[in-house]
């Protein structure tokens, strides 16, 4: 995977606007340190396992969106393998659990040797649980979610952007909706990360009956780009795809929230 185009520096737009862009981004952004962010078993994740009915309710949804058509190919069949490694999993599980609860429809895009990758394919995200979810984090949970973001820096250069984090951090009273920052902190906190342009709009065109009018997804895109440029991008989804818009890093709207991809090990 290549990482996205730089964004056009200093770019600023108004509320409620996005700049569309006819031009596929590629898919992500830091290359081996999303993939390892993805697959870290330290992603801000409990350790208790999940009681009988909690993991029963989770693999009942989960067997149903498994269902689903934008489940990629390698995954029919494979529940056995999938259940065997979500049990050895118990912290990831539980983050899928608290995903689903959220309104999340976890598909499976990517299974491999190693690795099986859920993403949410829920049409609309519920933004208020998202918000509450990010507000009810744990410093520590926060914390976490925050040094595995600058995981990719080496550590004397994590001062700056630490300090930018945790400035678009701060929510005003009655603000609506997730910026990126908060977006990708929710999305590490939940034990993945954003989901990609590239994997969207490659999930949308499985299933091109569903058509996304409410809500606004943040893409996965390089930390040291974003900041310099203060802009990042998002889209929502349409029935021949996903599009492209470019806005503020730090803009929030009603309408803007979080599509997790979260990646469980095949082994313990």
């Avoid at 820096?153 to 701060?170: F, G, N, T, Y």
């Amino acid at each position: 995977m290549v990482p996205l185009a730089p964004l056009e520096a200093g770019r600023e737009y108004p509320k409620g606007t996005a700049h569309v862009s006819t031009t596929a981004l590629p898919t992500d952004a830091t290359g081996p340190a999303v993939r390892s962010l993805l697959s870290d078993p330290r992603a801000n994740v409990s350790s208790d396992s999940l009681s009988d009915a909690d993991r029963e309710n989770l693999f009942r949804g989960l067997k149903t969106t498994l269902e689903r058509t934008e489940n990629c190919d390698e995954a029919r069949g494979k529940w056995d393998v999938i259940e065997a490694a979500l049990m050895r999993n118990p912290g990831m599980t539980r983050n899928l659990l608290r995903l689903q609860n959220m309104g999340a429809e976890l598909v499976v895009t990517d299974i491999d040797d190693q690795n099986v990758e859920f993403a949410d394919a829920a049409i609309n995200h519920n933004i208020p649980k998202q918000e509450n979810a990010l507000a009810r984090l744990a410093e520590v949970e926060r914390d976490n979610a925050i040094e595995q973001i600058l995981q990719p820096l080496e550590p004397d250069q994590r001062a700056s952007p630490m300090q930018w984090i945790l400035s678009r951090l701060l929510r005003p009273d009655n603000t609506e909706g997730l910026n990126w920052v908060e977006a990708m902190v929710f999305a590490v906190a939940h034990g993945g990360t954003l989901i990609s342009y590239d994997a969207y709009d490659a999930m949308a065109k499985k299933n091109p009956s569903i058509f996304e009018n409410l809500t606004w997804n943040w893409y996965l895109a390089n930390l040291s780009g974003v900041m310099a440029s203060g802009t990042a991008t998002g889209g929502s989804r349409y029935v021949d795809g996903v599009s492209v818009g470019e806005v503020s890093a730090g803009y929030r709207s009603g309408d803007q929230g979080a599509r997790v991809v979260v990646r469980v090990p095949l082994a313990a």
